[in-house]
């Protein structure tokens, strides 16, 4: 059963950096793009920044210069290394996996994760 599993969330200050994993299992995840997503009550989901099989990224602008994704094949995951948070950072981070994904089109992707809680207060 495919599955993707979310980790690495928590409370930070702002300025401090944290690291999200994205573990797969029942699928090659080599073949597949993986992608984070964030969602705060009450908005849409965004979009945060994606890897394709190839190792191409792409980055929302929010992410843009203070996020970097990587992909670790051989362990079957995927990370986010987020720093510099801000508080308009404190969301629900979603990592999502698609064999056909493409950038942040979330309905290009097809196994998501429960998610895991970021928040960014002093």
């Known amino acids: 059963q495919e599955q993707v599993v979310e980790s690495g969330g928590g409370v930070v200050q702002p300025g401090e950096s944290l690291r999200l994993s994205c573990t797969t299992s029942?699928?090659?995840?080599?073949?597949?793009?993986v992608g984070w997503f964030r969602q705060v009550p009450g908005k849409e989901r965004e979009g945060v920044a994606s890897?394709?099989?190839?190792?191409?990224?792409f980055y929302g602008d929010s992410a843009e210069g203070r996020f970097t994704i990587s992909r670790d094949n051989a362990k079957s995951t995927v990370y986010l290394q987020m720093n510099s948070l801000k508080p308009s950072d404190t969301a629900v981070y979603y990592c999502t996996a698609g064999l056909f994904g493409l950038q942040l089109m979330p309905q290009t992707f097809e196994w998501w994760g429960r998610g895991t809680q970021v928040t960014v207060s002093s």
């Open positions: 890897i394709s099989s190839e190792g191409n990224t």
């Open positions: 029942g699928f090659t995840m080599d073949y597949y793009a």
